[in-house]
């Protein structure tokens, strides 16, 4: 009998399988405005710029002039003392936090609200900006990173400009050592051996080649054992032509 495979034993929780989260500094988010200083502007100033484990860009911690404090992304560009408005009067300013509303079309953003309130959830990782393609009765048009459009509310807040640490994964790691810490910091295994290459027992493709009486689609009801590979896909290979 063969052991669990690696979808079972991450199931469990283990501390193989965890990630080292009580080193983060933080989670980057907005701060839970009031509607009236949504409405208003709010100034603040970038206090530090800290490296956060597990994370592409650097976090700013950022002090307002009512007394919170919150991090958040950092855009390109800015600097440790710089001032920073928050509101719907600020100014569009690198590093500045504006509702999508009140953005001129054209405008560059990142770490926006998908949903009023919830803190920015899009456009986050290193590198990654959103555009604002227009304004409607609906809401205000974004262009994705992915290319696709999308509706969001007006009042939802973003970020202006590009997120930090344009570039990062073009550098190659050169050294198994680097890939392992840097996998180990997001909470992920590795190396990681391809089912094929092991025997039968211990993963379903395992054990030579894989036949066509061997389907590689699983189901979502699947049991864990089970339930690697090509999980409630709608088809098994490319598209045909």
Do not use: W
């Amino acid at each position: 009998m063969g052991k669990r495979i690696r979808v079972q034993r991450r199931g469990r929780g283990s501390k193989t399988f965890q990630a080292a989260t009580h080193k983060r500094i933080a989670p980057a988010r907005y701060p839970s405005l009031q509607k009236e200083k949504r409405l208003s502007v709010v100034t603040g100033q970038i206090q530090q710029l800290v490296h956060d484990p597990g994370r592409g860009s650097p976090l700013a911690l950022i002090k307002l002039d009512d007394g919170e404090t919150y991090y958040s992304i950092v855009p390109e560009g800015v600097y440790e003392g710089q001032d920073v408005e928050v509101g719907s009067e600020a100014s569009v300013r690198i590093g500045n936090v504006v509702p999508v509303g009140k953005l001129p079309e054209g405008t560059t953003v990142c770490n926006i609200e998908l949903s009023p309130g919830d803190g920015g959830k899009l456009a986050r990782s290193s590198g990654s900006f959103a555009t604002i393609v227009s304004h409607t009765p609906d809401g205000t048009v974004l262009k994705m990173p992915s290319g696709k459009n999308i509706y969001v509310n007006d009042m939802c807040l973003a970020t202006v400009g590009v997120v930090s640490g344009a570039g990062r994964v073009e550098k190659p790691f050169l050294k198994a050592g680097n890939k392992y810490y840097y996998m180990k910091s997001k909470g992920h295994k590795y190396p990681r051996t391809r089912g094929r290459a092991m025997i039968a027992a211990v993963h379903p493709y395992g054990g030579g080649r894989r036949g066509g009486r061997k389907v590689t689609t699983v189901s979502h009801r699947t049991p864990p054992g089970r339930k690697v590979g090509l999980i409630a896909a709608r088809r098994a290979g490319q598209k045909k032509k």
